[in-house]
């Protein structure tokens, strides 16, 4: 290669650009060029061995870290200079910490190094609710004594000393939660629901049957909801009579779950807990997911992954910072009220929009703190339904000292300020004078050993730690064709409830009759509900699931194309209403649904986890384009009429996703999966009316697909 084709190529590697991309680059850049990939691979290795020179791993590490202007701290075995512990974090971070220290989440991820170490990630939320990494910590195992040390460097990163996280959220880790005890008294450990619900779910499906299944399972979400200690007792005791018959499960949820932690996630004890509606532990589990996407395996090195971590920093607080100037300088359509005028610019957009939702329950709550539950109020630091209510009354727009002071921050360009206490624990004079006297006292060995000791602090590059031993198999081909070593991907292995649901769908297909001879061919079954679909579309049609009636059936369905699951109905009407008010489309919806729009937002919202009423239906066309909206989708609706939803403020994506639901029995929706390609229905008159311009490339990328409908379509004499 050249030496302009070799920059190049420098320059791509520097972005983590893949060697057959930066191949391509070539190519195109210098079409002339003849370089072969394994000569990329070679050029990328000898830039990366220019780079750490005669550095070792750690010393390099080191290095990286203190250009970058990181807090960190590490520490070795008593017999070995082999790293026990490495822990992290950014000056960036560090700020934000301090300046948004209510809530804190932390999990482990593993397969992110060849030293199969666990990674120990913290992250936080700022006021625009997006999430910022606080630290990372390499481990060598996870137990009390290895995460109380880790604890403990976190708390050294508050600037005072009282400071401590009010909630930290975790997973039932026993470890991690006797360590949070010991270094956070103060602080609350609340459990990860979706955790929990899903241990629950997969227990029930090893003890129960499966007709009563869908029953225990909504009994159970009742009782974690529940909004008071009586509602508690009213549901545990509903639960406790439809297990009579199983008493290894509910002795299960009240052994392992209710008795000892029902405080940290039932909604009677948390829903008095100021943890800004951090109930899960996805934050973090999110995060890890994007550190996986950059390291792309998990054969690399320390450097390699404190690259990912700092590359993915930049990201993220870039992303930061630009979410406190939109709450600064944009103003959403539905924050214009004089309501809202001592709150804009100095509230984060996102709290602004959790207030105009609680706003919608104004009407029917009042100022009746009874009816209201106070929830935002206790849970979120925000004005809730009944004090909005009196504010109403009284013709006064909300106060800003009604909002929780996180909700506004809005910058993170501070100085860090001590206390007048904490003075002295950044004053190393008395500390240099002693060390200096304990050098002068010393003879030639004591004193080379001490100044071998300050060398490591004052050079770290110079550090004599190494690596923890390699615990995978970095060398030898693969064997199977197009398939990796388990030990060389980044995903994590599955767990315990996936295990469960996927022996439960094993057993389910062993269950069905199997067909003994190859002679006999068999004719296949019609999927249940077929035949209630217009005739020229079955032939389209691979399966019809059905999902369970009450009143949320629609949703429901919705929830499993969208990968929340059936039981996740009540995230899509809540997202559903969320949409109405988005600031983007709220022009469009007032004019698309003029005097009927509180009717589709009262339809959405609902008193209870139980059977919906008529009027608390999913009904189309309205939700249809709600749907395509939120999700940007293709929604496509097999009923009288079929019909088809493409996003109205979008453009044409060829890699959309197209989900099909069909109405069936009158009064009963289905998910309803279709063979690729299938034909697409008309729009509706309305959706040519309101769609945006850009919105038109739908119907040209769909051209074909609508046309082959018309064709197979019977013409009406």
Known sequence: MTTDEKQHVADLAKRHVAPRNILLSLQ????????????VYKHKSVIEKEIRGPRSEIQHLFKLIEDAGYVYWSRKHDDSEVVKEIFWAHPDSVKLLNIF????????????????????EIVGMTSTELTFAVGFAYMESEQIENFCWVLEKLKEL?????????????????????????????????????????????????????????????????VVWASDEVEYGQRLHQLEQACVDYSGFINYVKDTWLTPHRHRFVGAWINRVLHLGNTTTNRVES?????????????????????????????????????????????????????????????????????????????????????????????????????????????????????????????????LEIGEDDGSEVDMTAAMDELWRRFRSLDV???????????????????????PPEKIKTKGGVKKKGKKPADYDVYRDPSYHEYVDKASQSSQRQSQPSQTSKKIKLSKKQPQFI??????????????????????????????????????????????????IDKDRSTLYDKLFSNRLSAV???LMIESFGSQPPEKWMSLPDMGYLIANRYNVVLVCLGNPCLTFFPMTSSHSPNVSIYCIGFVN??????????????????????KKFRSHIATTWMLGFAGRMQHWQLLTPVLA
């Open 101 to 120: 220290p209510i809530v804190l989440v932390m999990d482990s991820t593993y397969k992110t190094n060849k030293y199969r170490q666990p990674l120990f």
């Open 531 to 580: 035949v209630q679909f217009p005739n020229h579309i079955r032939s389209y049609i691979e399966d019809v699931v059905n999902v369970e009636s009450d009143g949320n059936c629609g949703f429901r369905a919705i929830a499993s194309l969208h990968g929340y699951g059936e039981d996740g109905w009540s995230m899509v009407r809540k997202e559903l209403g969320l949409e109405l």
């Open 28 to 39: 195109d850049k210098f079409p002339e060029n003849v370089t072969r990939i394994t000569q």
């Open 666 to 687: 009158q009064n009963h929706w289905v998910q309803v999966n279709m063979k690729e390609g299938f034909p697409l229905p008309p729009v509706t008159l309305d959706w």
């Open 445 to 467: 060995i004591g004193k080379r050993a001490l100044r071998s000791r300050v060398c490591e602090l004052a050079y770290p590059t110079m550090t004599t730690l190494c690596p």
């Open 601 to 603: 937002r009262e339809s």
């Open 287 to 415: 995060a890890h997911w994007k550190l996986k996407q950059m390291l792309g395996n998990s054969i690399g090195d320390m450097v390699k992954c404190w690259e990912a971590m700092n590359n993915n920093l930049r990201l993220q607080l870039g992303n930061i910072r630009a979410s406190f100037q939109k709450s600064f300088y944009e103003v959403e359509h539905a924050h214009v009220s004089p309501f809202y005028g001592y709150l804009r610019g100095s509230v984060s957009r996102a709290a602004l929009r959790r207030i105009a939702e609680e706003l919608l329950r104004v009407d029917y709550v009042g100022t009746n703190k009874q009816i209201c539950g106070c929830t935002l109020r206790t849970s979120y630091g925000l004005p809730c339904a009944c004090e909005l209510g009196r504010y109403r009354v009284g013709g006064i727009p909300i106060p800003i000292d009604a909002v929780h002071v996180h909700w506004r921050k809005l910058t993170m360009e501070v100085e």
């Open 158 to 222: 508050f600037v005072k000393k009282d400071m401590c996280p009010q909630v930290i959220l975790t997973d039932r880790d026993l470890a991690l939660m006797k360590a949070i005890e010991v270094v956070f008294p103060n602080s609350i450990n609340l459990l990860c629901r979706f955790h929990i619900n899903k241990n629950v779910g997969a227990k029930c499906k090893q003890h129960v049957v499966n007709d009563l299944q869908k029953t225990i399972d909504t009994l159970w979400m009742e």
